[in-house]
């Protein structure tokens, strides 16, 4: 994400000029002309964020942009240059001349590039939601996301077992986390239910009207209709699904279970990052509505199961602080009653599998398996150990009855 970091060192340059150069550097004739161009190249990035996975095809728009952005430099260019001549007004008129005389004084322009930066960051954000919605292709009935579709398969004839399995897909994304998991499941004699979780699949904005007990509720009721004429249950979890899949064993005892990477309160944290993932989150849903994702930052190795994957890419952060708070609520039970299974990712990104794993050595179960895979990151069922964790899935469901 280059616009972020490119209109930030635009503004501290300014801002640096002002505090530290002398009214007569300011007088300059090229500087009116060179801030007018800094505020179009805003313009530009702003508008139409060519740096991203949603990026605006050049239009009216984009001229519009620049010519805003051109215009607004251009007044406070002019606003810095009054000033300035001001300055040498007082000294024709026998004021000192100082030729150090500052627009600001530094301290003040660091406080209005703190204040900017977010400003700025609040703008894109917002600008990459509306391209992200303008972009995705959707069902005109129903307003889902292609491929975020919910999933409802039965038993392939014949192999019917009289057994279903529940999937509860991942924070921002859908049932296609699974990858080829509901087909696997439906040959084998299962019938599978995938529901797109509330919020999820259409907008980002939805996430901020679907609540946490919005989720619930659906999950129940999926799970009831799965359940419908004594068809005995069990529940997979991926990621968010993972919790939702304990608090709802916890709740009613599945026949199985089965949590893939699941988030269980904390969010990894990149080594060369000061301040934990969690604190971070926090911070942030305090100080802006939206946050994105870079383009290229799916926790995916694998680029054919990145194109497979249908998630937002531009998510409200107050409900992302909602739903870390369940997965702590989830990592709080103490034991299920079902007979588990726990799939995690040596490089999973986005939750710390040792630390998964430790819990998982800490709840009581009536059997419990944990598998590892050494080349996947958090989408494991859509990444280079896909085969290995959905035979692991199918083996596990297929003996624990």
Not at 87 to 104: M, N, Q, S, Y
Not at 119 to 141: I, K, N, Q, S, W
Not at 283 to 305: H, I, K, Q, W
Request: glycine residues 8%; positive net charge; contains cysteine.
């Amino acid at each position: 994400m280059i616009e972020l970091p490119v209109v930030s060192l635009l503004v501290l340059a300014l801002l640096v000029l002002a505090a530290r150069k002398g009214h007569r550097h300011l007088l300059r004739p090229g500087l009116p002309l060179g801030v007018a161009a800094g505020g179009a190249l805003c313009g530009y990035l702003l508008e139409s964020l060519p740096f991203t996975e949603f990026r605006a095809e050049p239009s009216p728009q984009t001229i519009l942009g620049v010519l805003v952005g051109a215009l607004a430099a251009r007044i406070a260019a002019r606003g810095i240059a009054g000033w300035a001549r001001g300055v040498e007004r007082d000294v024709a008129k026998g004021a000192p001349d100082d030729p150090g005389v500052r627009l600001i004084h530094p301290a003040i322009a660091a406080g209005l590039f703190v204040a900017t930066v977010p400003l700025v960051y609040g703008m894109v954000a917002a600008r990459h939601e509306t391209l992200e919605v303008r972009a995705r292709r959707r069902d005109p009935a129903t307003a889902v996301l292609r491929g975020a579709e919910p999933v409802r398969l039965a038993a392939a004839p014949g192999a019917a077992n009289g057994r279903g399995v529940l999937l509860l897909h991942g924070w921002l994304g859908s049932p296609a986390d699974f990858g080829d998991l509901p087909k696997d499941l439906a040959a084998a004699g299962f019938e599978v239910s995938a529901p797109l979780l509330p919020g999820h699949g259409t907008v980002p904005s939805a996430l901020e009207t679907a609540t946490q007990e919005d989720i619930a509720a659906a999950v129940r009721a999926a799970r009831a209709s799965l359940a419908a004429g004594g068809r005995r249950v069990s529940i997979v979890g991926m990621s968010y699904g993972g919790s939702l899949a304990l608090l709802e064993s916890a709740a009613e005892t599945p026949e199985a279970l089965v949590l893939v990477n699941p988030l269980l309160g904390t969010l990894a944290t990149p080594s060369f990052v000061p301040v934990s993932s969690d604190t971070l989150l926090d911070v942030a849903a305090r100080m802006f509505r939206l946050s994105f994702r870079p383009v290229g930052f799916t926790r995916c190795n694998d680029p054919e199961g990145r194109k497979r994957q249908v998630a937002y890419a531009t998510f409200p952060l107050a409900p992302c602080v909602a739903a870390r708070d369940t997965s702590r609520r989830a990592a709080a039970v103490p034991s299920v009653a079902s007979p588990a299974l726990l799939l995690l990712s040596d490089m999973d990104r986005t939750t710390p599998a040792d630390a998964s794993e430790a819990w998982f050595g800490g709840v009581a179960a009536p059997s419990k398996e944990v598998r590892r895979h050494p080349r996947s990151d958090h989408l494991l069922l859509l990444d280079h150990d896909a085969p290995a964790a959905s035979d692991a899935i199918l083996r596990f469901l297929t003996t624990k009855r």
